[in-house]
C-alpha cells in the first residue's frame, strides 16, 4: 500500500493537559499457532488513545489491524505486552472482570456483529441492553433517540432485510451506543459501501464523537476517508510504521488546542496547522 502523504506530525510528543489516557498499550505482541507453526502477528506495538480521540488505522491486509482491534477491545489475549483501559490492565482481570470492562466501556462496529435478522432495526439497537437485563421500556426512549441520531428514525420498524447495507451499517453504530461506551471500535464499517455513503458514515463517526466526546478507532482500506482522521496509525510487519497527526482539517472531540502541554509538563503555544 503506498504511505499515506500526511503532513509532518507536529503534535506527537504533546498531549492536553486536561485529556485523560483511555488505552494504553505496551510492546504488545501477538503470536498465532497455526498447524504447528508460529504465525508473529503483532511485533512490538506500544501505542495510546487518550479521552476523544478519533483515530483511523490503516496498513496492508494481513498487517495485524483486526487482531489489534480484538486485542484493545478485549476479545481476544495478547501473547506478551499489556494492554490498559482506564488504567486497568485488562491481562489481571477475571473473565467476568473483562466481561463487565468491555459491556461498560466499548462499542463494536464489526462486520462479523451482524444484526439479528428476525428483530427489528430498534430491537436490534437495544439488544445490548436487553441483555444487560434492562427493560424495553426502559430503552426504547433512547434507542429511538440513537436511530434518530444515525438518520433512521423513519426505519425503527425495518428489519434488517428491508434495510440498505448503509442503513445497516447506521444500526450497528447506534447499536454500539446504547449502552454508552467510552471507545468505539469500527473495523472496516464501511467495507461493502459505496463512496458517497462511506462519506455519510465516517461523518456519522466524526458527529457521535462531538456530541458525546466518545474515543473512536476506525479500520479504513479507504486512503481518503482515512486522510480526513485527525490521527492516522499506519501498521506494518506488525509494528506501528507511522503515527500521524494533523493539525489542519476535521478536529476530534479533543484536544482543546490552548491546552496543550509537552509531555515534560511545559505549557505551550498550539503548532502553527499545517498549511
Ligand atoms: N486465529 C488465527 N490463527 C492463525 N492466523 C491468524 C488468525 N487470525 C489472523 N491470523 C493471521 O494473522 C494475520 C493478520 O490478520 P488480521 O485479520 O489482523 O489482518 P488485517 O490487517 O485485519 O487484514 P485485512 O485488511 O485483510 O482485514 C493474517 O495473516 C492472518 O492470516
Ligand atoms: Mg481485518
Known amino acids: 500500500m503506498a504511505s499515506l502523504a500526511l503532513p509532518t506530525p507536529q503534535l506527537s510528543r504533546y498531549r492536553p493537559a486536561t485529556v485523560s489516557r483511555l488505552v494504553e498499550v505496551r510492546a ?3 503470536t498465532f499457532q497455526h498447524m504447528g507453526k508460529e504465525l508473529q502477528v503483532l511485533r512490538g506495538i506500544d501505542l495510546d488513545l487518550d479521552d476523544g ?7 496492508q491486509s494481513g498487517a495485524g489491524k483486526s487482531t489489534f482491534l480484538h486485542i484493545i477491545g478485549t476479545l481476544d489475549l495478547p501473547t506478551s505486552g499489556t ?10 482481570l477475571s473473565s467476568a472482570g473483562l466481561a463487565d470492562l468491555r ?3 466499548i462499542g463494536f462496529v464489526f462486520q462479523f456483529h451482524h444484526l439479528l435478522p428476525e428483530f427489528d432495526a430498534l430491537e436490534n439497537v437495544i439488544m445490548p441492553g436487553l441483555i444487560a437485563g434492562k427493560s424495553r421500556k426502559e430503552l426504547e426512549p433512547r434507542g429511538r ?9 423513519a426505519r425503527a420498524t425495518h428489519r434488517p432485510g428491508e434495510l440498505s447495507g448503509g442503513e445497516q451499517q447506521r444500526v450497528a453504530l447506534a447499536r454500539a451506543l446504547l449502552l454508552q461506551p467510552k471507545l468505539i471500535l469500527a473495523d472496516e464499517p464501511t467495507g461493502n459501501l459505496d463512496s458517497g455513503t462511506s462519506a455519510a458514515i465516517h461523518d456519522l463517526f466524526f458527529d ?4 458525546h466526546g466518545t474515543t473512536v478507532v ?10 480526513s482522521m485527525p490521527r492516522v496509525v499506519t501498521l506494518k510487519d506488525g509494528r506501528v510504521h507511522a503515527d500521524e497527526r494533523r493539525e489542519s482539517g476535521r478536529k476530534a472531540a479533543s484536544p482543546p488546542a490552548e491546552t496543550l502541554v509537552r509531555a515534560d509538563g511545559d505549557a505551550l503555544k498550539p503548532a502553527p496547522a499545517a498549511p
Open 53 to 59: 480521540e478519533i483515530v483511523a488505522v490503516v496498513g
Open 218 to 227: 476506525i479500520v479504513t482500506h479507504n486512503l481518503e476517508l482515512a486522510r
Open 208 to 211: 457521535i464523537n462531538q456530541r
Open 103 to 105: 459491556n461498560r466501556n
Open 83 to 92: 494492554v490498559k483501559i482506564s488504567g486497568q490492565d485488562v491481562n489481571k
Open 28 to 30: 504488545l505482541e501477538k
Open 145 to 153: 433517540k440513537l436511530l434518530e441520531e444515525v438518520g433512521l428514525a
